[in-house]
């Protein structure tokens, strides 16, 4: 703990902590209060350190009896008023799809950490992977959006926690930051600003009459303002489709105008959410895509491939859901091929495939899970595309 800091404050300074310890540390800083969580490789290490932090500033830590409980607690303590979030892995993720789809339906702001870990099922507990890209994006039934963050050093699992709650609260969404095993149990510096440096963003307030507040009437961004119960405002919230009081409206005409707004308030503004890293892309003639851990030895391909004569460059995706979709489709018309490096047997290739519209190659460079590429691999898959 840094000497100028107060437990009770943001442990302003200099640290050489884990990324699952960053994580914890940013999400305190965000704001959160409210840790509803259940035990669960390789992301134990986020509850710990709640645990212990969140009575230093105020805040309330619950350990559930299973996953299915914990985001139950999360959806009750934002309404509450608290910024609330979970951390878990595969496995606890697929528990907690039902809610995730609730927490979409009812617009409530919430984070989940998933610290992505090799499966299916139990799979490899204590070994990286990236197999749930997918399932972040789809897994609860039912059109909706919502945000997932990815990063790829201790700073940004500190940075992106904070831009997670930002996100949540400015849109009113469910916010998934799809980490990593190798993120998040490396040890790196941190450097915490001082509070006035970090941007917070807080919910909208409703500001009319209390008796006649309509709980789910969006302002002109297609965001309704938030009250919480007990503060004196009719808010009734349910997971069936509903009018602007939160009422139930069972009819396709509600339906419509409902579930295109949930869509609309993420994919509308996905050029706002988006955030990518762009390394030696301008001249680059086979563009690397990639995410996470596995960013990090893709940018040493490139690095390779550039010694070597190949131009290549590196995009990097921290936003990974709304998907850049027309940033990519920009990057294909000056390239001759693309690579995609991922921990898995391939998800986001999928994504941009499509994106491309076949305009150019687009090859997969795939690990299964339980060790990250080396450069050196990824390169393989540069110098192959580039002899086609």
């Known amino acids: 703990m840094s000497k100028k800091a107060s437990i009770h404050d943001v442990l302003t300074g200099e640290h050489y902590i884990s990324g699952n310890e960053a994580i914890a540390e940013g999400c305190l800083a965000a704001g959160c209060r409210f840790f509803g969580g259940y035990p669960i490789t390789p992301s134990s290490e986020i509850a710990e350190r709640m645990s212990r932090r969140l009575p230093q500033v105020g805040g309330v830590f619950i350990q559930m009896e299973d996953e299915i409980a914990s985001i139950a607690t999360i959806l009750g303590a934002s309404w509450a008023g608290r910024k609330s979030m979970t951390a878990t892995s595969g496995p606890g993720i697929s528990l907690m799809m039902e809610n995730i789809g609730l927490g979409a339906m009812t617009e409530t702001p919430f984070v989940i950490i998933n ?30 959006e919502l945000i997932a963050l990815s990063p790829n050093s201790v700073q940004e699992a500190f940075d992106l926690s904070i831009e997670a709650f930002n996100l949540a609260e400015k849109y009113r969404t469910p916010v998934i930051m799809l980490t990593d095993e190798s993120i998040c149990h490396m040890v790196e510096k941190l450097i915490i600003p001082t509070k006035s440096k970090i941007k917070i963003e807080n919910r909208k307030k409703p500001t009319g009459s209390k008796k006649n507040h309509l709980t789910f009437k969006p302002d002109a961004d297609m965001i309704p303002p938030m009250a919480a119960a007990g503060e004196g405002y009719n808010v009734f919230v349910t997971g069936l489709t509903h009018d602007t009081k939160g009422y139930p409206v069972i009819t396709p005409e509600a339906q419509e105008i409902l579930v295109k707004r949930l869509c609309d308030k993420i994919l509308l503004n996905e050029e706002k959410i988006r955030l990518t890293e762009e390394y030696m892309t301008k001249d680059a003639k086979v563009l690397v895509i990639s995410y996470g851990i ?49 921990i898995n047997n391939g998800q986001i290739v999928k994504e941009v495939r499509e994106a491309t519209r076949k305009s150019v190659p687009v090859v997969l460079s795939s690990k299964l899970g339980g060790t990250v590429h080396t450069p050196k691999e990824i390169l393989a898959k540069i110098e192959e595309v580039k002899k086609k």
Not at 116 to 135: E, H, K, N
Not at 300 to 318: E, Q, T
Request: hydrophobic residues 45%; glycine residues 12%; without cysteine.
């Open 115 to 144: 610290v992505q870990r090799a499966g299916p099922s139990t799979g490899l507990p204590t070994l990286v992977g990236q197999g749930d890209v997918m399932q972040a994006r789809w897994g609860s039934h039912g059109d909706y």
């Open 294 to 342: 596995t960013a990090r030895s893709a940018k040493g391909a490139v690095n390779l491939a550039r010694k070597k004569g190949i131009k290549a460059g590196l995009l990097r995706l921290i936003t990974i859901w709304p998907f850049p979709t027309k940033l990519i489709e920009e990057l294909a018309k000056k390239v001759d091929a693309i690579v995609v490096a991922e």
